[in-house]
């Protein structure tokens, strides 16, 4: 489960959730959700969500608690029940049935966890501990890899981007357990303030351990010396997103040529991959700066390092003393969450990550109707009708490189519900000797089943969600669209509502996914997702010229008192958003054309749609939590996909009667028209 996707999947938000019910009616729309007090034109996603938020307010457990997080707890109720069942009784020895149950009950069993402390991991330290010369660590720090270990960078395996059909294996920047470089090189007083508590964190750690107050501090400083050179040659998130920039495919005599800091023949081997020739370098200023690291600095602070990424990916599944100074840094301090989640949600949390397709295929059996299935297949043909039709109406598109975007558009390969074929558990041993002993084989048993694939053609109906996510994703290398069960429901679809409600949530969803393949990523790649230039140089130039609009309305965002929000960050998902918006209405209007629609609730069709829109990303967040995404996230807060992507659309203005002089009201001349 810690297997890390690389590739440039793009989803629909940040957090991945699972599923539950709803409020179902012929409008969809529920009045209570709505502050009225508030004016559409001053704070439509206020107007749209206020009640919504005012009867959800955060409770110490969560950081971040919006629509999707309502229906994770719906959803880990029905998990749990699937589960417990299982976990009941004694299944047959090797079944799935026995894996699911056996890893929730270890994972429950807080005697045995706190009985154990640090010795589940024991021999992981001192075999690191026992290094005794940088030879060694090109075998270690692979080997640690196999295990679910991000030391220094990560290989992976997947989709050549410049020959998708095919899979490579790929080295990527990592081991900056705070996750952003900005985290180790800005300088202002609340980053500042957070790595020194990251500082004293580690040394808690260390502690727990058993090693002593003083090892502990110099440990603490050798990782934060360490993790603050990788994130100095790091590439930072926006670069990150640039495809052409993080693709160097090079021959490994030619590595061992650029990088012969790192013994190669050594790392290959012992990661599994000794018979490659070649591979996807997509940062080399990182591999030469962990050369750079190795041959130069003391043994004993890289000691610290690999032995500190033990346990901070360890320490989650320790005792409750690890899991509760984890909890504190990365949840409180970071996140602002005030309490740690119950025992029992973070065990079906586990078993969902490690078992995910085993527990989804008894998901789908029990909760997905095939009705909704069918449903939304109709939808988003309608949706890529829409999108067809808008990319024909284009003014500022010519005419040769349209030919070639609806090409693409028409080659889309659509995945609903769940995969056709269910992934093999067998090779996975799940036993109780300890919970972390069972996270440690299911990532060596996850990073067999990845680079299994090197050098191999690429599987195009393997998923990338299981299928109770609430969640969607497109991937620019397969050029597919894939929305799981798990989104499938209110409020974003409902069977019950009409088409105003749906296709302003789920038609927004759909929309959202198919423009990412034209977003300014996903634009980059062809219809067979190899990175490949179709546009002409014109064309290219008045798509530069609309998201750039984007970028700058959204980088004029203040989400808190001197911070502001990144418009060149979260590019990609507001195209995405602002794309979504403009087609499922256009489908929506076609859907209904020559019907007569009622007012429901005093709403009429145009303005449910928009209201539905909003509902889906309804929430309350705290402070921390905001600085997080903000700092780190590519899709834009919740609120400003409401507040931030409305005032670019013509349709928005004319439901509510937005009035030049109302606060979100934007002048046409600064509207982005892109799709």
């Known amino acids: 489960m810690n297997t890390k996707l690389y590739l440039p999947v793009l989803a629909l938000a940040l957090t991945t959730v699972a599923c539950g019910g709803g409020k179902k009616d012929v409008a969809g729309i529920?009045?209570?959700?709505?502050?009225?007090?508030?004016?559409?034109?001053?704070?439509?996603?206020?107007?749209?969500?206020?009640?919504?938020?005012?009867?959800?307010?955060?409770?110490?457990?969560?950081?971040?608690?919006?629509?999707f997080d309502l229906l994770a707890e719906n959803n880990r109720e029905q998990l749990k029940s699937l589960i417990g069942e299982l976990a009941a009784k004694p299944e047959a020895p090797g079944s799935v049935a026995q894996k699911i149950g056996d890893l929730y009950n270890v994972a429950m069993d807080s005697v045995k966890l706190n009985a154990d402390g640090v010795?589940?991991?024991?021999?992981?330290?001192?075999?690191?501990?026992?290094?005794?010369?940088?030879?060694?660590?090109?075998?270690?720090?692979?080997?640690?890899?196999?295990?679910?270990?991000?030391?220094?960078?990560?290989?992976?395996?997947?989709?050549?981007?410049?020959?998708?059909?095919?899979?490579?294996?790929?080295?990527?920047?990592?081991?900056?357990?705070?996750?952003?470089?900005?985290?180790?090189?800005?300088?202002?007083?609340?980053?500042?303030?957070?790595?020194?508590?990251?500082?004293?964190?580690?040394?808690?750690?260390?502690?727990?351990?058993?090693f002593t107050d003083e090892e502990a501090r110099k440990d603490a400083d050798a990782v934060l010396k360490v993790e603050t050179m990788l994130a100095e040659a790091a590439y930072?998130?926006?670069?990150?997103?640039?495809?052409?920039?993080?693709?160097?495919?090079?021959?490994?005599?030619?590595?061992?040529?650029?990088?012969?800091?790192?013994?190669?023949?050594?790392?290959?081997?012992?990661?599994?991959?000794?018979?490659?020739?070649?591979?996807?370098?997509?940062?080399?200023?990182?591999?030469?700066?962990?050369?750079?690291i190795w041959n130069k600095l003391p043994l004993n602070e890289q000691k610290a390092y690999l032995q500190w990424k033990v346990l901070d990916e360890a320490g989650s599944y320790l005792s409750d003393a690890f899991a509760a100074e984890s909890f504190d840094f990365y949840g409180k301090t970071l996140s602002g969450q005030q309490q740690i989640k119950p025992r029992w949600k973070r065990a079906v949390g586990t078993v969902n990550g490690v078992l995910g397709e085993a527990v989804g295929q008894m998901y789908v059996e029990k909760y997905f109707p095939a009705a909704a299935k069918e449903r939304m297949t109709a939808l988003v043909a309608n949706l890529q009708s829409a999108l067809g039709e808008r990319i024909k109406n284009l003014t500022?598109?010519?005419?040769?490189?349209?030919?070639?975007?609806?090409?693409?558009?028409?080659?889309?390969?659509?995945?609903?519900?769940?995969?056709?074929?269910?992934?093999?558990?067998?090779?996975?041993?799940?036993?109780?000797?300890?919970?972390?002993?069972?996270?440690?084989?299911?990532?060596?048993?996850?990073?067999?089943?990845?680079?299994?694939?090197?050098?191999k053609p690429v599987d195009r109906d393997r998923w990338f969600m299981t299928p109770q996510t609430v969640n969607a994703y497109y991937n620019p290398t397969t050029n597919e669209i894939c929305f799981p069960a798990g989104i499938l429901q209110y409020p974003f679809f409902d069977m019950n509502a009409d088409d105003a409600f749906n296709y302003g949530a789920i038609g927004v969803v759909i929309g959202h996914e198919m423009t990412h393949g034209f977003d300014d990523q996903g634009r980059q790649y062809d219809k067979e997702g190899n990175l490949a230039d179709w546009w002409t140089e014109t064309?290219?130039?008045?798509?530069?010229?609309?998201?750039?609009?984007?970028?700058?309305?959204?980088?004029?965002?203040?989400?808190?008192?001197?911070?502001?929000?990144?418009?060149?960050?979260?590019?990609?998902?507001?195209?995405?958003?602002?794309?979504?918006?403009?087609?499922?209405?256009?489908?929506?209007?076609?859907?209904?054309?020559?019907?007569?629609?009622?007012?429901?609730?005093?709403?009429?069709?145009?303005?449910?749609?928009?209201?539905?829109?909003?509902?889906?990303?309804?929430?309350?967040?705290?402070?921390?939590?905001?600085?997080?995404?903000?700092?780190?996230?590519?899709?834009?807060?919740?609120?400003?996909?409401?507040?931030?992507?409305?005032?670019?659309?013509?349709?928005?203005?004319?439901?509510?009667?937005?009035?030049?002089?109302?606060?979100?009201?934007?002048?046409?001349?600064?509207?982005?028209?892109?799709?």
């Open 539 to 675: 064309d290219a130039v008045n798509f530069g010229a609309g998201t750039q609009k984007l970028v700058n309305h959204f980088d004029s965002i203040e989400v808190l008192p001197g911070l502001f929000a990144n418009g060149k960050l979260t590019l990609g998902e507001n195209i995405a958003d602002h794309g979504g918006l403009q087609v499922a209405y256009t489908a929506f209007k076609e859907a209904t054309a020559g019907k007569e629609l009622p007012v429901i609730d005093g709403f009429t069709p145009e303005q449910r749609f928009f209201l539905a829109y909003a509902n889906v990303w309804a929430g309350n967040i705290r402070d921390e939590q905001i600085r997080v995404q903000t700092k780190s996230d590519p899709h834009s807060l919740g609120r400003w996909r409401v507040n931030g992507a409305l005032p670019h659309i013509n349709a928005w203005y004319e439901a509510f009667g937005i009035q030049e002089g109302d606060p979100l009201y934007l002048a046409p001349e600064k509207r982005a028209v892109i799709w």
């Open 396 to 455: 500022w598109m010519s005419e040769e490189t349209k030919a070639k975007a609806l090409e693409k558009l028409s080659t889309i390969y659509v995945k609903v519900g769940y995969p056709n074929k269910w992934r093999d558990y067998s090779g996975l041993e799940i036993k109780d000797d300890s919970y972390w002993g069972n996270i440690m084989r299911s990532n060596e048993f996850d990073y067999n089943y990845m680079i299994a694939d090197a050098g």
């Open 119 to 210: 010795e589940p991991i024991r021999g992981e330290l001192e075999k690191i501990a026992a290094i005794t010369d940088v030879k060694e660590m090109s075998e270690i720090v692979a080997e640690m890899r196999r295990k679910g270990f991000d030391a220094y960078f990560v290989l992976g395996v997947g989709a050549d981007e410049k020959n998708s059909a095919m899979n490579i294996v790929y080295a990527y920047q990592s081991g900056m357990s705070l996750g952003e470089r900005e985290y180790y090189l800005d300088n202002d007083d609340h980053t500042r303030e957070i790595r020194e508590k990251y500082r004293e964190h580690v040394a808690n750690m260390f502690r727990l351990a058993g």
């Open 236 to 292: 930072d998130n926006v670069k990150l997103r640039d495809p052409q920039a993080n693709y160097h495919k090079m021959k490994v005599t030619d590595l061992k040529r650029e990088v012969p800091g790192i013994d190669w023949d050594v790392y290959l081997a012992a990661a599994g991959l000794g018979g490659i020739e070649e591979l996807n370098v997509g940062q080399p200023e990182v591999l030469k700066a962990v050369a750079d």
């Open 30 to 67: 529920d009045p209570a959700n709505l502050d009225t007090t508030v004016m559409p034109g001053t704070d439509f996603y206020q107007y749209a969500c206020g009640g919504w938020m005012k009867a959800h307010p955060l409770t110490a457990e969560y950081a971040r608690f919006g629509s």
